[in-house]
């Protein structure tokens, strides 16, 4: 799980593909490094550590004038993060540089094979195995370097997003795709390659993704050849307009990424209603359900597969499908649904959520549905990714990037796109009195509004973050639809200040983790009025006689809780079912102030990164 970025032309490839790294940082950034070449010389520069640490290599260095150049930021899977196992990596004769995404499962035989026949490794990477198996095609088989590439992919097992390039012939790249992304920028001077296309944004507007088992052959002096790796035939290439601009994916003077994205979201699920909340009409317009209407109507049920947060989405998701749209949904983790044999129905719809549309595992779940014959429906943020692509027909969230690791609009946008799922439904199904619909839709078409108001709060979030940043556990409690948000804030706190927290359904406390409380535990408790109000505010009594931290959300104007509870943030009334919306924000805003407070590195936080493309 890597970011790749490459560029072969008239421009400077330098800046391209150093700005192009820093976007794809979330990705990986454990080390990285770039390879520049003209038709004379070559340059590489490899450091353990961040694109910035990269930057700063070069500068102490006499940097050539290039026509082309690869850079990658790397993510270990094979060989610990260190300078001989950064990319790129170069063949045994020194013609051959490759960057690489993805896994090659069958390396150690390759290499053995290699070593038998006299190559030497100086890496531990599955990557420095597949430049010197090309090498050694083309060697053998007295092959030009694209057909030997695509006998080389054939023959190895695993995924790849590649770029290839061989000194001796200056002007061309080589990439290729299985199960690792790569999508192609092109403009008349030449072509720009990317894990998504983030590092081309402001220099073309046209892009191809490559499909999986595709290759092509960038020389800016000719038209894009795009082949399929298994038979060579030629393919033609669809070109794509890019929506994302630069602002997109820049910081607009926020600290950080995460902060910005908190930020956007009521923009962002402003932009993921437009033209589909028809609120005036009393209607949910959702094109993409009109030609499969009949397979929505006859159902038996919806299986939603996601990892992570949007899988927190996807049970938010299920309470609102079942209630609204009264069909049965199940929602399982994709890497326990890929290898648990379950059963699959061909009236089974499956709903996959992803926000980067390449995680791994959601993707071989989404694989194993489609064999069964199972209709997708995938609910995806990212144009063009795998997983978008490999799904039947679906909708996209519209958040805009993501780049901070933790995700936040994201996962706002996946539930707008779910309400407005389960409001369809309910609507071909005649299972919500029209009425109730018609509320349900004007409350939903004034969340953004709501949403920016309750930012307006986030200072009282500030402070309780003061309170609490020092402590080594948090407990996250909810029911209902509020179940799932304590889930989210409790992610959220681990992944970016690596605190152990954990979400709980509140009423499951007495099972277990009321053990757990003592004066030094905060207990974040979502107890709006909407959903078993009175229930939870016995379990705030429950935490409070133990002597816990009572953080709560509540509804504004609330009593009850309030006089229990040590820190209080109101967030507007609304159907329990949009709760979410707003108990989320506040549990987001928490999470970075104190991983702020910390020193955490919010956007990127160790260990992690943005897209999860093994498994
Ligand atoms: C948490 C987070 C991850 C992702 C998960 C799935 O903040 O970002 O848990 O939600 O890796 O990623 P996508 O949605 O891209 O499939």
Not at 274 to 281: P, Q
């Amino acid at each position: 799980m890597c970011g790749i970025v490459a560029y072969v032309g008239e421009k400077n490839p330098l800046p391209i593909v150093l700005d192009g790294l820093q976007r794809l940082e979330y990705r990986g950034y454990d080390s990285a490094g770039v390879f520049i070449s003209n038709r004379n010389e070559k340059q590489t520069t490899k450091v353990v550590g961040k694109v910035a640490a990269l930057r700063k290599a070069l500068s102490q260095k006499v940097v050539i004038n290039a026509t082309m150049g690869m850079g990658h930021t790397r993510w270990a899977t094979h060989g610990e993060p260190a300078y001989q196992n950064a990319h790129p990596h170069v063949s045994n004769s020194g013609n051959l540089v490759l960057i690489h995404n993805g896994i090659i499962e069958n390396y150690a035989i390759l290499k053995k094979e290699l070593i038998l026949r006299g190559y030497t490794f100086e890496s531990e990477t599955d990557s420095e195995v597949l430049v010197n198996w090309i090498e050694e095609i083309q060697k053998t088989e007295k092959l030009s370097l694209a057909k030997a590439t695509q006998v080389a992919l054939n023959q190895v097992i695993g995924a790849f997003g590649i770029v290839l390039y061989d000194i001796k012939n200056p002007d061309k790249l080589i990439v290729a795709r299985l199960g690792s992304p790569i999508a192609i920028g092109l403009d008349k001077d030449g072509y720009f390659v990317g894990s998504d296309a983030t590092p081309f944004l402001e220099h073309t507007r046209e892009v191809v993704y490559l499909e999986d088992n595709e290759m092509a052959i960038l020389q800016p002096s000719s038209p894009l050849e795009v082949l399929h790796i298994q038979n060579g035939k030629k393919l033609d290439p669809e070109i794509q307009q890019l929506k994302w601009n630069l602002e997109n994916i820049q910081k607009d003077g926020f600290e950080h990424f995460m902060l910005k994205e908190i930020h956007e979201q009521p923009a962002a699920i402003r932009d993921t209603l437009r033209g589909r909340l028809l609120n005036e009409e009393g209607k949910i317009q959702i094109s993409s359900f009109n030609e499969h209407q009949q397979k929505f109507l006859n159902a038996g049920r919806i299986i939603i597969v996601a990892c992570g947060t949007s899988w927190h989405a996807g049970l938010v998701g299920e309470y609102l499908i079942e209630s609204f749209a009264r069909i049965p949904v199940e929602v399982e983790y994709a890497s326990e649904f890929r290898y648990r044999e379950p059963i699959l129905y061909s009236d089974d719809i499956v709903i996959p959520i992803s926000q980067s549309g390449e995680t791994a595992d959601t993707l071989a779940a989404i694989k194993l549905a489609k064999q069964a014959g199972a209709f997708i429906y995938g609910v995806c943020n990212v144009v063009g990714s795998s997983i978008s692509r490999e799904t039947n027909s679906g909708m996209y969230t519209h958040a805009g990037p993501e780049i901070g690791v933790a995700s936040t609009k994201a996962f706002t946008t996946q539930i707008a796109v779910l309400s407005l799922i389960a409001l369809k439904l309910a609507e071909i199904k005649e299972t919500l009195p029209q009425h109730v619909l018609r509320n349900y839709l004007n409350e939903l078409d004034n969340i953004p509004e709501q949403l920016e108001q309750l930012i307006a709060q986030k200072k009282i979030v500030g402070k309780i973050a003061q309170q609490i940043y020092q402590s080594t556990n948090c407990l996250y409690l909810g029911r209902g639809y509020n179940f799932p948000v304590a889930l989210e804030g409790a992610l959220k706190l681990k992944e970016i200040s690596y605190i152990h927290a954990e979400g709980y359904p509140a009423a499951e406390m007495k099972h277990g983790p009321i053990a757990l409380i003592d004066e030094d535990m905060p207990v974040i408790v979502i107890a709006t009025r909407k959903g078993h109000y009175e229930k939870i505010v016995s379990n705030v009594q429950e935490i409070k006689s133990r002597k816990g931290i009572i953080i709560a959300i509540v509804t504004q104007g609330d009593v009850s809780v309030k006089e229990m509870a040590d820190y209080c943030i109101e967030i507007p009334e609304s159907s329990a079912c949009f709760t979410p919306f707003f108990a989320t924000l506040p549990l987001q805003f928490l999470s970075y102030y104190i991983a702020v407070l910390r020193g955490c590195n919010v956007d990127q936080p160790r260990n992690l990164a943005k897209s999860v493309t093994v498994e």
